[in-house]
């Protein structure tokens, strides 16, 4: 799929599927419950980027100290800023997600799901590897 044509049909659909939940749920709830909790989660989202920030260096951190590689606490903590990012954004749609994505099973198997595995790059052949020495000498 061409991502050059995704990008602006899912920055097309967003908006038109927030105000559709805006209205919705907003006629279930009342107007003023809706701004709200819109205002709830754009507090939650600022708390969420401003603390969990802290917390991830200094996993990351304790992961070097170590010798080990951090990238799933890389990976883990770029994924927590976008969910208070898109927590702070007005919607109910980007808020789902944003808390989905904050949910730690599930950020955990995204994580593992699109990362590569250590030590294998995507081209290479699994378990087979070519030694070579090239002298110039001879």
Known sequence: MNLRKVIPIFLLLIP??????????GSMIGSFNTIL??????????YI????????????RSKL????????????GIIVFICGVLLLLPGFLTDFIGLLF???PIRSLGIRRYSMPTGRRAN???????????????
């Open 102 to 104: 904050l949910y730690k």
């Open 49 to 60: 980027i401003k603390h969990n920030a802290a917390t991830y260096m200094s996993e990351i």
């Open 16 to 25: 038109i599927i927030e105000i559709i939940l805006f209205i919705e749920i």
């Open 65 to 76: 100290m170590n010798g080990l590689r951090p990238d799933q606490e890389i990976l883990s």
């Open 124 to 138: 290479s052949p699994k378990g087979r590897v070519i030694d070579v020495d090239h002298n110039k000498d001879e």
């Open 37 to 46: 909790t819109i205002f709830g989660t754009a507090l939650v989202g600022i």
